[in-house]
């Protein structure tokens, strides 16, 4: 009872919601926890006053360090890093232990962290730190046990290593500050696979302190010796200054990837990593209204459509968003120039292009139709009905354009921004004004940020809106509308200034607070793509090229390939133009996606479509070589042919490297999550594939004796390819 209390107090929260977080909190400081038996009355007592205190901490805006707590606590000591980023964990499976109760209960809203509910407390920025509730359900389970399947989720080796790290941390170095566990894969697999690097920092801390070890080393042995009995490793080793590599059990690789089969490790699906946040706003593509799609175009789709699916592949309910339609001058240039010459608003796309040409020419040299169209801008942005039903059937005629490129790269229908973020722009800049957020400056209303000279323009001397008026008010209509937890922006890098200031302005509005962890908003910029001769990429006439041509011509080229090499299906024109367009498109996002998204980089056809190396093609190659393999195998043993999904076992090298590769897509994709880059997950399929490779290479599969085994390996193989390719946009062959 005391401890509802002091949550509704503290966190403002319904006596319902106190209730809940607080049974939650209770059950979390209950007897077992994390394995080894930890059954001594101090740490259970200084973890539950440290959950509380946690929970309070990161409602006053403390963030997850428990100096609450050892306000609290009957212990002087102050936890250690270990201790919080468990707790990260902890708090989180509390609140969404409330949360469903709450539904249960008939809940109206799920409990969310905003700004007094605070957003630090909500997620850790981490997937290291994310809520695993098996794990303070677990009682005294062995450490893999109790950490290798939670919440109908497989959690990968990498995840289940840094907690055995953890635990050895704080045994070897009770009270000391550290950093989170630090585990990265060994660059070469003689060493072991994974590496721990925590001893050089750590000593780096400690040097000089009374008892302190020598150097690393000594820092590194020390943790070695303090790891504690596990099913996880198989050798433990100290390298150089004091790395920790570290060689898992061949047992745990069969067994976790045997999770792939059968609904006890939840497949594939279950390998998916714990989300980050309830929900999550992408805004992507948006190309421009009453205009065709181009190649610059191209990257902010399908970097936005992979950042959706990997978000959506976690459990986060992805909100895609098309931005288009800004009622900046182009369209009052365009809308004035159609009704001065009576052309109907529904125009093609096509129409509508030379429509805008012809209007930019009259713009830059009429100073009076300049000023007409400069007045339409701020008719259209006052809700003028006439110019509004224009605009609408400009939008409504570019979106039919648009989708049919969509269409094709198998992008998932985007609904554009909604009108109701425009439409009450002079309220906010008028809230804004009133609260002295916003301030009057040479004719212009606009806010000043702290950190740079030019200020952010929400209303015009004029009268007129501008994008970041626009983007401001989007931004508020996704945080209190949408109730998104994280906005992703993805657009060229030359538009990274504007984002910077549209966000430092949300955060002087008091709509995104720091340091917390959400609500969060991203810009994903990128570079530019480029001509073989390094400038950007034109036509031979110097003009832009178009998206719909681009595509039209990987096909064209994929064609010519098939036809070209001797194949089954070489008179079945259907069959050839199916492929033909997935391989095309393939080739196009992968060679794009790879890329660091920030860089520049050149288009090739010859270099894309190359059998040999990191292209899409020879991916779909390896792809199909699997099929091939398991197909012959159905063959060979009839359809009803089955394998035990416990069957899997290590014989070769070649067998392990591929098992070891095929358990690191989770933290592969929690990687390119967490740093919103796609090429990490590029990377990570080539690396697979190419352990496939050596692997077809050196192990005969059919008519073996490992022949179970391996066709166990070629199937788990193919599931997570599968994956890949769908996260990337990919259509396999």
Known sequence: METRSHLKGVLRLSSQKARSLSSALCRISGSGGYGYDRTNAHHHHNRKVHAAGAVYGSAVGYGYGSEVGVKCSSSSSRPHSHSRGRLRELVCWARATARDEDRRHGGARPFRARAVDSPAA?????????????????????????????????????????????????????????????????????????????????????????????????????????????????????????FINLKLKDALLEKQVGTLFGSGGGGIEGWAPQPCCDCAVVDFSSPNVAKEMHVGHLRSTIIGDTLARALEYTGVKVKRLNHIGDWGTQFGMLIQHMQEEDIPADAPVSDLMRLYKDSKVRFDGEADFKKRAQEAVVSLQSGSEESTSRWNKICDASRKEFNKIYDRLGIEKKRGASRSTTLFLKELVDDLKGKGVAELSDGAICIFVDGTDVPLIIQKSDGGFGYATTDLAALKHRLD???????????????????????????????????ADFPRVDHVGFGLVLGEDGKRLRTRSGDIVKLVDLLDEAVSRCKEQLLERDNDFSNDDEKINLIAQHMGYSAIKYADLKQNKQSNYEFSFDRMLDLKGNTAVYLQYAHARVCSILSKAKAANGEGYTVDAGGIKVTC?????????????????????????????????????????????????????EEGSRILICEATLKVIKKCFHLLGMEPL
Not at 486 to 504: E, K
Not at 653 to 678: G, K, Y
Not at 683 to 700: A, H, I, P, V
Request: aromatic content about 8%; hydrophobic content about 35%; some cysteine.
């Open 122 to 242: 909500m997620q850790a920025k981490t997937f290291g730190e994310r809520t695993l509730a098996s794990e303070a359900q677990a009682g005294s389970k062995s450490h893999s046990e109790t950490k290798s399947q939670v919440s109908g989720r497989t959690r990968g080796v990498k995840r289940c290593l840094e907690s055995l790290l953890s635990d050895a941390l704080t045994a070897a170095f009770p009270g000391k500050e550290w950093e989170e566990v630090v585990i990265v894969p060994t660059a070469n697999p003689k060493f072991g696979d994974y590496q721990c690097n925590n001893a050089m920092p750590l000593f780096a801390k400690i040097k000089g302190t009374e008892g302190a070890p020598a150097n690393p080393r000594e820092v590194a042995t020390a943790i070695l010796e303090s790891i504690p009995s596990n099913d996880l490793l198989e050798e433990v080793s100290i390298a150089g200054p004091g």
């Open 481 to 515: 509308e949408e109730k998104a937890d994280w906005i992703i922006y993805v657009t060229d890098s030359g538009q990274s200034q504007h984002f910077a200031g549209v966000f430092s302005a949300a955060k002087k509005c008091g709509w995104l607070i720091e340091p």
């Open 653 to 705: 090298d070649s067998e392990r490297a591929l098992l070891a590769t095929i358990c690191q897509f989770p933290e592969a994709l929690e990687s390119a999550i967490e740093d919103l880059a796609p090429n990490r997950l590029c990377d990570y399929l080539y690396t697979l594939t190419s352990k496939f490779t050596d692997f077809y290479g050196e192990c005969q599969v059919i008519g073996s004796e």
